[in-house]
């Protein structure tokens, strides 16, 4: 059983940064994909950014070159550095776990572990 908490989420202006962080707790090693998904009120869940167990990295066309998901060595830490953030990233963001080598960006409900949230908000 694979337990995420999430933190770091808050407000920001426009142009803004901030780093979400996800611990992870019950990983024993193995082949896994962690992710970062999204939610906005309204608006569907939507996979943000993934990394695989080598560290290979992958992110939806919208927040390229200003996301950078990144996990520590023992797998145990997910980290999501936001820069340049736009109105349009405000929504709840959700850490995502699952076994195996298939590692999708956007298919997030391939996840089989997920935290509880953090809200991420974005003013003009």
């Known amino acids: 059983q694979v337990t995420l908490v999430e933190s770091g989420g808050g407000s920001v202006q426009a142009g803004g940064s901030l780093r979400l962080s996800c611990a992870v707790f019950?990983?024993?090693?193995?082949?896994?994909?962690m992710g970062w998904l999204r939610q906005a009120p309204g608006k569907e869940r939507e996979g943000v950014a993934s990394i695989d167990t080598d560290g290979s990295t992958s992110y939806i066309y919208s927040v390229k070159g200003r996301f950078t998901i990144s996990q520590n060595n023992a797998k145990t830490a997910l980290s999501l550095q936001m820069n340049s953030l736009k109105p349009e990233d405000s929504a709840m963001y959700y850490c995502?776990?699952?076994?195996?080598?298939?590692?999708?960006?956007?298919?997030?409900?391939?996840?089989?572990?997920w935290g509880q949230g953090t809200q991420v908000t974005v003013s003009s």
């Open positions: 995502a776990f699952r076994w195996g080598s298939y590692c999708s960006t956007v298919d997030w409900s391939a996840y089989n572990y």
């Open positions: 019950g990983y024993g090693g193995g082949i896994h994909c």
